[in-house]
Nanobody, 118 residues
């Protein structure tokens, strides 16, 4: 059974930091591009950052310089380090995995809430 389990969300003050983790099981993690998406209240889900199987990263413009995505293939885990958080970063953050070999398959985690508020 495939599972992507996010953790690390919570309430943080503006300017603070959080690190999200997404632990994958049931997949060959190293052949999956991994990404973090978020869904803000009243908005569509949007890409925040992604990382390819070879470690190439991509960021949404509003998080460049503040967020860092990384992966640890030995731990089947992808991370999102979020610094200098702003109120507009408040959202449910979802982990995404997209298989790159053979049939294209995409999996989603259940989401973790991040609230930035004083």
């Amino acid at each position: 059974q495939v599972q992507l389990v996010e953790s690390g969300g919570g309430l943080v003050q503006p300017g603070g930091s959080l690190r999200l983790s997404c632990a994958a099981s049931g997949i060959t993690f190293r052949i999956y591009h991994m990404g973090w998406y978020r869904q803000r209240p009243g908005k569509q889900r949007e890409l925040v950052a992604d990382i390819t199987t070879d470690g190439t990263t991509n960021y949404e413009d509003n998080v460049k310089g503040r967020f860092t995505i990384s992966r640890d293939n030995a731990k089947n885990t992808v991370y999102l380090q979020m610094n200098s958080l702003k109120a507009e970063d408040t959202a449910v953050y979802f982990c995404n995995g997209r298989r790159t070999v053979g049939t294209t398959i995409t999996y989603w985690g259940q989401g973790t809430q991040v609230t930035v508020s004083s």
